[in-house]
């Protein structure tokens, strides 16, 4: 358990590969999106 919290700490105080995750999840969001509202028109049909 304290492994995980000095593992996060470590992440949070290297912004920059926080700034990398955000990003990364971001476009993973609207990749998802894109994916629903593409089932969504072919449902839709």
């Known amino acids: ?3 995980l919290l ?8 290297n912004s920059q ?3 990398y995750v955000n990003c990364y ?3 993973l969001k609207r990749l998802l999106a894109r994916t629903n ?5 072919l449902q839709a049909r």
């Open 17 to 19: 590969l926080l700034n």
């Open 1 to 3: 358990m304290s492994r």
């Open 6 to 13: 000095f593992w996060i700490l470590e992440i949070k105080t």
């Open 25 to 27: 999840l971001h476009l």
């Open 37 to 41: 509202l593409y089932h969504a028109y």
